[in-house]
């Protein structure tokens, strides 16, 4: 999302130029036995438009459009599932938090500390520990570089571990 703004009604959202790791197709492939069937997702950050492609291609009905997160939506969408700006991820919670449905955030291992978590969601989540680190695509290339590792944040998703090991 290098310096991407997305204009809505109301705010306007400038990206880091940091935020730009998108996910590759493999990890959507990694977690998609755990994502509800039948189920409308919104991949709620767009980024490079792949990721929603990505989950069309696995089966999934998805809304994945140039919007504003922060905004409501035009549209109807029964789970979240995303990769989100790291920049942003007090405000992503606390409006993960208002929306209120099932979500899958795929974030850095740090978040498990944060106050946010903690304050909208305590005692509420699940999460999925990926089998290894996650080389995530940058300018295009994807990269074997990374070097945070990441795990998915789950939220009504119903798993049948609070701990899920891929």
């Known amino acids: 999302m ?3 703004t997305l204009r809505g009604g109301k705010s306007m959202i400038n990206f880091s130029k940091d935020d730009d790791y998108y996910t590759p197709k493999e990890v959507f492939e990694s977690i998609k036995e755990y994502i509800p069937k039948n189920n409308i997702i919104w991949e709620c950050f767009y ?40 920049s942003f991820k ?24 944060k106050k946010f978590l903690k304050t909208y969601f305590q005692d509420k989540i699940q999460i999925i ?9 940058k300018n295009g290339t994807q990269t074997n570089k990374s070097w945070f590792d990441t795990i998915w944040i789950c ?12």
Do not use: C, W
């Not at 980024?47 to 809304?63: A, C, I, P, R, W």
């Not at 520990?129 to 695509?137: D, G, Q």
């Open 155 to 166: 939220y009504k998703i119903n798993l049948e571990n609070d701990i899920t090991f891929l």
């Open 47 to 86: 980024g490079d438009g792949n990721s929603g492609k990505f989950l069309q291609e696995l089966g999934f009905e998805v809304e994945h459009h140039k919007i504003d997160f922060f905004e409501d939506p035009s549209f109807n969408y029964d789970i979240l599932v995303s990769n989100p700006p790291y």
């Open 129 to 137: 520990i990926p089998k290894t680190r996650i080389h995530f695509i």
């Open 2 to 4: 290098a310096g991407l």
């Open 90 to 113: 007090p405000k992503v919670f606390k409006r993960l938090a208002e929306i209120d449905k099932p979500f899958m955030m795929l974030v850095p291992v740090s978040t498990m500390t």
